[in-house]
């Protein structure tokens, strides 16, 4: 660990320091490691590819419904439609929440 003047004050400070803790300036900006930015991105494609598939999965439910012969074929479709959406939206949450973690515990310190 070495000492650098603060270019704002001069002030001797941590070459690790993100910040002078004599004014405040910031002195680096902290950056998300490998895995930080690499669940950041997952996180975010994930939610993309999540909105994308609900959207085609109740595509494929409302097509189904028309093309039905009777209404049990229909009445079937209806609650095995609703409960897939249904699982689709717990396992969505599920990841979200283990995701959004990993973001948050490798999100850059020292800011
Ligand atoms: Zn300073």
Known sequence: MAL???PECTHQVSDSAFKCNQCGHQLRKPKRGFFGKLFKWSFILFNAAMVFWLFSYIGVIGESMNTSQNEYEQAGTAIGGTLGVGM?????????IILGMFVLFTRPKGA
Do not use: P, S
Not at 88 to 96: A, G, N, Q, Y
């Open 4 to 6: 650098v003047a603060c």
């Open 88 to 96: 689709l939206l717990v396992f969505w949450v599920l990841v979200d």
